[in-house]
Structure formats: structure tokens, C-alpha cells
């Protein structure tokens, strides 16, 4: 079964602002963390931010000031926007899901979407 499932992924030109959606399924979404993380090509997956159970959120230092992380209960949808974003933030945007959300570490989460391609350029 599919728990999680990334979307809103696509082209967005340097300074626009775009935001992904975390559909989750098979479990209730106000008793886990979701968090999102990103790969480039070539590097290795990062943490990008993430909610706990509680609401409380957790950004790093790549996302802080230009994303937001939210969540909807009502339709178990994580929602992050990203704006002001540059061929930096070009990469395949993943969401998971943790008990906590700790550090952002993707050695704390279990399940795993798919991923959704964001690319930024002109």
C-alpha cells in the first residue's frame, strides 16, 4: 500500500514560488511526523523540513526563511511552499514519514513517497 505520495512538482522560473503536497494514506496523519527532504543530481538526500504529531516544526538551514511547512488533517495532506527559489533548489523533492522529527534526518524516517521533480531555471 501507498502511504505517502509527493505532488506539484514541475518548472518554476528563479524567484518564483511553487508548493508540494504529501498525500499520506493507511495511517492517521496527526500521530507521525512527515517530513520533507530533497536530492540533487549527483548529491546525496537532505532534510528539508519537517512536522511532528504535535504541529511543532522543524526547519534546516537550507529551507529556513523561504519555506513553509504545513499540514492539513482534515485531507492527511503536508504541504510545503518553497519561494524566492533558484537553480539551488533544483532537485527531487521527497516526503516521509517518522516517529519524530529530530534533526531531519532521513535515518529517522520509515516510509517514503516516491518523490516529485522541482526544477528551477529560466
Known amino acids: 500500500q501507498v502511504e505517502l505520495e509527493e505532488s506539484g512538482g514541475g518548472l518554476v522560473q528563479p524567484g518564483g514560488s511553487l508548493t508540494l503536497s504529501c498525500k499520506v494514506s493507511e495511517f492517521t496523519l496527526g500521530y507521525y511526523a512527515i517530513g520533507w527532504f530533497r536530492q540533487a543530481p549527483g548529491k546525496e538526500r537532505e532534510g528539508v523540513a519537517c512536522i511532528n504529531s504535535n504541529g511543532s516544526k522543524v526547519y534546516t538551514e537550507r529551507a529556513r526563511g523561504r519555506f513553509t511547512i504545513s499540514e492539513d488533517n482534515a485531507k492527511n495532506i503536508v504541504s510545503l511552499q518553497m519561494r524566492d527559489l533558484d537553480s539551488g533548489d533544483t532537485a527531487e523533492y521527497y516526503c516521509?514519514?517518522?516517529?519524530?522529527?529530530?534533526?531531519?534526518?532521513?535515518?529517522?524516517?520509515?516510509?517514503w513517497g516516491k518523490g516529485t521533480l522541482v526544477t528551477v531555471s529560466s
Open positions: 516521509a514519514k517518522a516517529n519524530y522529527c529530530g534533526l531531519v534526518s532521513e535515518n529517522d524516517m520509515g516510509s
